[in-house]
Nanobody
Framework: QVQLVESGGGLVHPGGSLRLSCAAS????????MGWYRQPPGKQREFVAA???????NYVDSVKGRFTISRDNAKQSVYLQMDSLKPEDTAVYYC??????????????WGQGTQVTVSS
């Protein structure tokens, strides 16, 4: 069972940046595909970005060129660098371990998430 703890959210102006972190424990982290999902207010949770065990990345179209996912296997952590933030990026962001390197389906239980609010 993988335990995940997200951090790094906050309030930021449009055009600003935030870096989210996710600390994992409980399994062989380096073998896992990891990802970020988000849930905007009043909407369903949606896929944002994924990184494979080989560090291949994939993004939803709406964040391409603005967000960067990365991982540090030594720290059992995954990160989401978010630049050029827009109000529509406002959401609770969740870290997840994924079904596989080519399957972004989230596995296991969700963490508590971290709130990102983009507003002037």
């Amino acid at each position: 069972q993988v335990q995940l703890v997200e951090s790094g959210g906050g309030l930021v102006h449009p055009g600003g940046s935030l870096r989210l972190s996710c600390a994992a424990s409980g399994t062989h982290f380096s073998l896992l595909a990891m990802g970020w999902y988000r849930q905007p207010p009043g909407k369903q949770r949606e896929f944002v970005a994924a990184i494979s065990s080989h560090s291949t990345t994939n993004y939803v179209d709406s964040v391409k060129g603005r967000f960067t996912i990365s991982r540090d296997n030594a720290k059992q952590s995954v990160y989401l660098q978010m630049d050029s933030l827009k109000p529509e990026d406002t959401a609770v962001y969740y870290c997840a371990h994924l079904a596989g390197d080519y399957d972004p389906s989230p596995q296991g239980s969700w963490g508590q998430g971290t709130q990102v609010t983009v507003s002037s």
